[in-house]
């Protein structure tokens, strides 16, 4: 028999709507029915690409004397992390606070109250590893509510308390200069792992912000160094086993410092921020790998993502079946030299084995091994891999497919947006910028429908109930910005106003600060504010830089000021924490850098537009469109005649303008850094 959840629009709470546990989504009708029943809240936390959520839910929540001990003492609430950011971030603040580490499945134990008074992540079904079994806890926490009431009640305030003192101002007096920068950039040359690129050792994430702030600040100054860290990290990734070989698109991590293994799991939010990443280093270096994998990554997000809607999933499972039908990590992506055979015959399987680094001992589990290419093969015959690559993913297709989370996050459709639009404008991809167009048009259609405020999810083209936080505010805004850009249609710039006047009105505190909850959102224990990446640019950051960029379209003042108030807080982080902040300092080298403001008075698509987007000024502003109807769409366009009936180029920052200019070679070298 189904439970609550079975009316839940989340694939991952949809995951959970046959168990035996009586699950209620979080709701104040949960936390009323724990008043009721003078009994605490078992909050678990997870999302549907999560591997060891499938397992703590197949050992214990699928477990039926586990579920009914869980029925008869707690009200068991699940929620999906990527649905409600700000319920996770509040409590994994508490876990991290109380544990010193944190991840998922989460497992919080609150009062009716929701104050948090125990903690865990993943607990086995038996004890292990000096970890107490499930139902070791469940008993123990029991036995603390009931006996030991007002202990609990203490240690609850007291965690809640703690978190209230953690409240952040804004920073820092006045925006990052060159010293912020320089100490940043130091650090992370400490931090960099000279052997195999990235930064800090295993287990090591793609740093896909950190290498736009790196891109972007060799381009304001000529720091080769920075070129070097970003352009070897890039490389490193690109022909590891993070980096899929055959289909294109990353992984989530890899659990080694050499980039070998992933963490198999493929997320819509690192492939949109990569596959950027790539065409801006490709558009700084010229790079083929760099163009190939910008390619690659954008065609294995619309292939494997794009939903029917016109949006983009969020990601695909870490497990699959393999041939002996049992569900494991990585079955659907690794190679063992017996299957390579099978596939190719003796001389390919041989060679692809040398060329892909599969070894008859394996790099991941059971003599399997992850694709990669190892580099020590020599010169290669280039139209012999395409074959072989060719004929392994036709193969690899006919096994079963990781199970993918459907639902559609604002914000990281936003990130792909932007990555589509540039790709697909840089490398002639008419069909990548269309993509991207849709899946905008999905966000104004769905996300923000009638109720003018931006949804975070969506599913099958229905909205879901919760609110957008403020990385979908930012990261949306961004998206349409890049659109703008690319499309010269102002409509896109437009709605990014929309969405960026509802952060001025409902996300800014005091003196800059921004919090990623609104201030009409349901009240949690603490309000969340975390200038902080994660996996994704922080919506602090994200927010900060649509902000700035808006303002150099549009030429707005309150725009502006809140872009500098909000970065206050990376002239405070950025040099003590530099690998955590990265997006907000690459909006600070666009802030140093202008940024730039290009209006582009001539045909869409035609030379200088082309240009102007090909050039590598930190956070430069494009604005493209000809006749009387131009300005009407884009302020930057408004008195900006043709010269001599040329289509014309105008470059200005600071309140300053360079003469303006016909000649595409010549705005090429005023749009260099």
Known sequence: MANRLAQTTSPYLLQHADNPVDWWPWSPEAFEEARKRDVPVL?????????????????????????????AHFVPVKVDREERPDVDAVYMEAVQAATGHGGWPMTVFLTPEAEPFYFGTYFPPEPRHGSPSFQQVLEGVTTAWTDRREEVAEVAGRIVADLAGRSLVHG???????????????????????????????PKFPPAMVVEFLLRHYARTGAEGALQMAADTCAAMARGGIYDQLGGGFARYSVDREWIVPHFEKMLYDNALLCRVYAHLWRAT???????????????????????????????????????????????????PEQLREVLGEDDAAFAAAYFGVTEEGTFEEG???????????????????????????????????????????????????????TGAYFDRPDLVERATEAADLLVRVHLGEVARLTRTSKDGRAGDNAGVLEDYGDVAEGFLALAAVTGEGAWLEFAGFLLDIVLEQFTGEGGQLYDTAHDAEQLIRRPQDPTDSATPSGWTAAAGALLSYAAYTGSEAHRTAAEGALGVVKALGPRVPRFVGWGLAVAEALLDGPREVAVAGPVGGELHRTALLGRAPG?????????GAGAEFPLLVDRPLVGGEPTAYVCRHFVCDAPTTDAGELAGKLGG
């Open 43 to 71: 909050l678990s936390v997870g999302y549907a690409s999560c591997h060891w959520c499938h397992v703590m839910a197949h050992e214990s929540f699928e477990d039926d004397d586990t579920a009914a001990y869980l029925n």
């Open 172 to 202: 820092g007096d006045g925006v990052p200069g060159e010293s912020e920068v320089a100490q940043a950039l130091l650090g992370l040359t400490r931090e960099y792992d000279e052997q195999h690129g990235g930064f800090g050792g295993a």
């Open 286 to 336: 010229g790079s083929d790998e760099a163009r190939r994998i910008a390619l690659e990554t954008a065609d294995f997000m619309v292939r494997e993502l794009r939903t029917a809607e016109g949006g983009f999933a969020s990601a695909l499972d870490a497990d699959s079946e393999d041939a002996e039908g049992r569900h494991v990590e990585g079955a659907f992506y690794v190679w063992t």
């Open 368 to 422: 399997a091994s992850v694709l990669r290419l190892p580099g020590d093969t020599g010169p290669v015959d280039a139209a012999r891999v395409a074959g072989v690559r060719a004929r392994l993913l036709a193969a690899r297709d006919e096994r079963p497919h990781p199970g993918r989370d459907d639902k559609v996050v604002a914000a990281w459709n936003g990130l792909a947006i932007a990555a589509l639009a540039e």
């Open 620 to 628: 430069a502003v494009i604005a493209a469109g000809e006749g009387p």
